[in-house]
């Protein structure tokens, strides 16, 4: 279970808990290895998550 509200609904099923940035960068490194960010736009925020390292500027 993950997200907002999660908590508490995982207490309640007796499921595991996983915050949601974590459970997002997981699932896209299993199923599609080959992306460089994650960006997710949800109803309170966005996140961008950079899953490999990004070139640096000289």
């Known amino acids: 279970m993950t ?3 999660g908590l ?3 207490e309640l099923m007796g ?3 996983v915050q949601e940035v ?3 960068t997981e699932a896209i490194e299993r199923y599609h290895p080959e992306a460089d960010v ?3 736009l949800g109803g309170e925020d966005a ?3 950079y899953v490999k390292p990004t ?3 000289a």
């Open 47 to 49: 996140k961008i998550t």
């Open 15 to 17: 499921v595991p808990f």
């Open 22 to 24: 974590i459970a997002a």
């Open 55 to 57: 070139p640096s500027s």
């Open 8 to 10: 508490q609904v995982a």
């Open 3 to 5: 997200g907002s509200g």
């Open 38 to 40: 994650v960006i997710e």
